[in-house]
Every structure is written in C-alpha cells, then in structure tokens.
C-alpha cells in the first residue's frame, strides 16, 4: 500500500515561509519522480514543483520560481517544499505526488501516486 503523507500547511501572513514536508512509504522511493501539485479553492490543480529520482533535475511552475525550493531526501524518503515570499495566491491544498517517469512532470496523468493534501493559507 503506497502512501504519501503531507505536513507542514497551515496559516501564514503574506511574504512568510512555510516547508512543506511528503513522506512515502510502500514505493521504492529513490525510483520515483517526486512532484508537488497545489489546488485553490474553484481553481484546477496545477503544477508546483518536481524532482528527479536523483535530485538532479527539477522544474518549477512560473509562478513559484525563485520562491520555492523543492527536494528529497531518499534516506528518509521524504520530499521537501520550501516556500518563501509566500502571496495570498499561493492559498491551496497543496498536493504530494510521485510518478515512475522522468518527464511529463507538468501534466497530472504522469503520476499514479497522491497524497491528501496539506492546506497552506496566506493572509494578506
């Protein structure tokens, strides 16, 4: 049984941080493309972050860079968001995923694996 467990959401004031933490268990970790999805309330889900299994190559949404830091850690099997400069727009359910593939990290299709989600709040 794969899961994927979120911590670390909450309320936060426009221009803090949050870290965003996933563990996953169940799943050969280090074979696994790790991503981050986040939902706003009457939005679609979309693409946040990813990294590779190795942690080699990552990508982030346009809205997110030089803001958000994703990473892994394969040992505890945990990958990370950090996310900083937080904006009332950042306001979701944030989501960890994880997908067998290599590419294709911005479409949702691409991962068989999803947490339940952490809700991150920014008030302005």
């Known amino acids: 049984q794969v899961q994927l467990v979120e911590s670390g959401g909450g309320l936060v004031q426009a221009g803090g941080s949050l870290r965003l933490s996933c563990v996953a268990s169940?799943?050969?970790?280090?074979?696994?493309?790790m991503g981050w999805f986040r939902q706003a309330p009457g939005k679609e889900r979309e693409f946040v972050a990813a990294?590779?299994?190795?942690?080699?190559?990552?990508d982030y949404a346009d809205s997110v860079k030089g803001r958000f830091t994703i990473s892994r850690d394969n040992a505890q099997t945990t990958v990370y968001l950090q996310m900083n400069s937080l904006t009332p727009e950042d306001t979701a359910v944030y989501y960890c995923?994880?997908?067998?593939?290599?590419?294709?990290?911005?479409?949702?299709?691409?991962?068989?694996?999803w947490g339940q989600g952490t809700r991150v709040t920014v008030s302005s």
């Open positions: 995923t994880a997908s067998p593939f290599s590419r294709g990290w911005t479409f949702s299709s691409t991962y068989n694996h």
């Open positions: 169940g799943l050969t970790f280090s074979g696994y493309s």
């Open positions: 990294v590779s299994w190795s942690g080699g190559e990552i």
